[in-house]
């Protein structure tokens, strides 16, 4: 009897708090919301600089570039009339074409580049305009090699807060426009490129599960251009000294880039229970074939499992890691776990879980 009137005072209250956990339940799915990468595409110009051309054009070789880098050929834009928004469009019309997006439906869009086609005025607010995304707010965001994984997690942080929908994250870099061709240590690294995703709220529970980013000023004095900021404006003096072109003392930004990629790699591996058996792909930042391989060994996952194309288009910055999507993106299926790992200029680094939201066949 005394349970009886319990059960019958329980379900009163019940009745009494329905509506409001109905409420709260909703409230909690819209906060549940999770980030995926539904669409990629990419974009290299047809021009190809191989290390034979490089041969004639400083004092090195095929197999010293080889054996140092693991870079065979890049792309370069050579027209002069064309930008990084020339490259980031292309890429970016591909990713709508692709998920038959219509353009202005695109919230947001970020250009990750540290080759914008002008120091003011940002590139982005170009690529949208002339995509048609007139709905969308849009921005430049600098983080060298790193640009791309920070814009990802920018926009998957807002499409879970449930500010925005649908959201354009573009790398892009002309940085054939910041190298100096006479100077054989950085000349022989870099080539064009671009890349982007469609990032949308996820349908089916797959998405982004973790980012760990960071930064060191200490990096500023290791990979820079020093002229053309508002430290040391653009003048004679600065283009005598080579302070226009990009510069970077190797040795330190390879220590650097071993160390914290895959540190990076390792924590959100740890946080996230993910080991080398369960884990399907790791996305590296394509800076060295030397860098990739001494990350593979410290986070002691299967070579076919760290994806290259470095080989092809050399380091693209902020388009290493959406042009290996692009290239890879046939192999994913859904459910796929996926380590991005990324470390650049700034020093600027970190790492992204992703479980891959979709399969191409
Ligand atoms: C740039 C890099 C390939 C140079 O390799 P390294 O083994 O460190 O070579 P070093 O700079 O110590 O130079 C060794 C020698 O090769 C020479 N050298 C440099 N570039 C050369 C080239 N392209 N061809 C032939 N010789 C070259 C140097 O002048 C030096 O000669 P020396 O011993 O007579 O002085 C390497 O340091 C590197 O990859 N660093 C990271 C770069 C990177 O990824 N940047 C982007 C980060 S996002």
Known sequence: MKSNGLSKKLL?????????????????AEKNIKAAITAVGGYVPEDVLTNADLEQMVDTSDEWITTRTGIKERRILKDPTKATSYMAIQAAEKVLTKSQTAAADIDMLILAT?????????TAAKVATDIGAFNAFAFDLQAACSGFLYGMSVAAA???????????????????????????????IFGDGAGAVLMEASTNG?????????????????????????LHPTTEETLAKGW??????????????????????QKVME????????????????????????????????TNQLLTNIQHYGNTTAATLPLLLRDYEAHFKTGDRLLFTAFGGGFTWGASYYTWAYSLK
Not at 12 to 28: K, Y
Not at 206 to 229: C, H, M, P, T
Not at 284 to 300: P, S
């Open 206 to 230: 797959y998405g982004r599960e973790d980012d760990y980013l960071r930064s060191n000023g200490v990096g500023q004095a290791y990979l820079n251009i020093k002229a053309g900021g508002s």
């Open 271 to 302: 946080r996230n229970g993910l080991t080398p058996q369960n884990l399907d792909y790791i996305i590296a930042h394509q800076a060295n074939k030397r860098i990739l391989d001494a990350t593979q060994k410290r986070v002691q996952v299967g």
């Open 244 to 265: 226009d072109a990009i510069y970077q003392d190797g040795k330190t930004v390879f220590k650097y880039a071993v160390s914290e990629m895959a540190g990076a790699a």
């Open 158 to 188: 807002k499409i879970e807060a449930g500010h925005a929908k649908k959201i354009l994250v573009v790398g892009a870099d002309k940085m054939s426009s910041i190298v100096d061709y006479t100077d054989r240590t950085t000349c022989i």
């Open 12 to 28: 009163s209250s019940l009745d009494h708090f329905i509506p409001d956990r109905r409420i709260r339940m909703t409230r909690v």
């Open 114 to 122: 540290i080759t914008p086609d002008m120091k003011v005025a940002a």
